[in-house]
């Protein structure tokens, strides 16, 4: 049973135009959610992350927004770069255990210059 | 700052031998976490370590076990290893274990079980 679900393995995106990242989770308990980002033959870089208690957190050109009651999270990139280009997870956590994080399966965004 | 190593990047073992795999957490990280990530389940926690004592344990068999050392170092150990331990095996550490400081990665070490 898959508790954090990202539907769309790969999305591809003209460079300087926004990337919109979708996840999806149903367990309720998750009130913390974070997105990470990872190249290959590396461990996952950590980007932004959101409290439940918030329905948008930005950092720079990334942008989390949290719609609880859809339990549906999603990650904006703005302008998109070249170097963007990565596999993303989003992860969500409860406070049962914040570091036992749940993982989505991962979206490939391609970056074309 | 040094980030998250683990020791070794690439490991190929036989079925039925054990493996210890080896994280030195980023210096003032107390939390040590395990994940293991193959291309069938994705990244799935293992355990986190704290202050030297598991504090939280994912759904795996018991061949899977770790330690923490007094200065935050962690290893794992896998028993009786089978066809379907062959994953990247990723050690991730935080400040600590009850806030929402994020989880640092290391590149992880890649197992392989023949």
């Known amino acids: 049973d898959q508790q954090v679900k990202q539907n769309s393995p790969s999305l591809s995106v003209q460079e300087g135009r926004i990337s919109i990242l979708n996840c999806d989770y149903t367990?309720?308990?998750?009130?913390?959610f974070l997105w990470y980002k990872k190249y290959p033959a590396e461990g996952p870089t950590f980007l932004i992350s959101i409290s439940s208690i918030k329905d948008k957190n930005e950092d720079g050109r990334f942008t989390v927004f949290l719609n609880k009651s859809a339990k549906h999270l999603s990650l904006h990139i703005v302008p998109s770069q070249p170097g963007d280009s990565a596999v993303y997870f989003c992860a969500a956590g409860d406070d049962t255990g914040r570091r036992a994080l749940t993982f989505g399966s991962g979206t490939r965004l391609q970056v074309q210059p | 700052k040094a980030g998250v190593t683990q020791t070794p990047r690439y490991l190929i073992k036989t079925r039925g031998q054990q493996v210890t795999l080896s994280c030195s957490p980023i210096s003032g990280h107390r939390s040590v976490s395990w994940y293991q990530q193959t291309p069938g389940q994705g990244l799935q926690f293992l355990f986190e370590?704290?202050?030297?004592?598991?504090?939280n344990k994912g759904n795996f068999p018991g061949r899977f076990s770790g330690r923490q050392f007094s200065n935050s170092r962690s290893e794992m150990n896998v028993s009786t290893l089978e066809l379907g331990d062959s994953a990247l095996y990723l050690c991730?550490?935080?400040?600590?274990?009850?806030?929402?400081?994020?989880?640092?990665f290391g590149n992880g070490t890649r197992l392989t079980v023949t």
């Open positions: 991730a550490s935080s400040l600590d274990g009850r806030d929402n400081s994020p989880l640092h």
């Open positions: 367990n309720s308990m998750f009130d913390y």
């Open positions: 370590y704290f202050s030297e004592t598991q504090r």
